[in-house]
């Protein structure tokens, strides 16, 4: 599993997320909800950023395997 660099922003990790199928759902204080639907079936994935000038990096690696979204998928979309 390759490793997520340091330094990644809140806004360049919320481009590559919304590439990836999440969309804006809320926002309450720095913390961001974004989600993605699947038409095909009940269910979705939920995301939480948390806004700022740059996420740390367990955090946005415990929240991308909550979200179900690879590790590898997310860095191309960077």
């Known amino acids: 599993m390759p490793k997520i660099p340091s330094g990644i922003s809140s806004q360049k990790a919320l481009n590559a997320l919304k590439r990836l199928g999440f969309s804006f759902v809320r926002q309450k204080g720095s913390h961001m909800v974004l989600k993605r ?3 095909d079936r009940d269910g979705h994935d939920t995301m939480i950023l948390i806004q700022g000038s740059e996420m ?3 955090t946005l690696t415990a929240n991308l395997q909550k979200a179900n979204v690879e ?3 997310f860095l191309e979309e960077l």
């Open 56 to 58: 740390a990096i367990f």
């Open 71 to 73: 590790i590898d998928d």
């Open 37 to 39: 639907f699947y038409p």
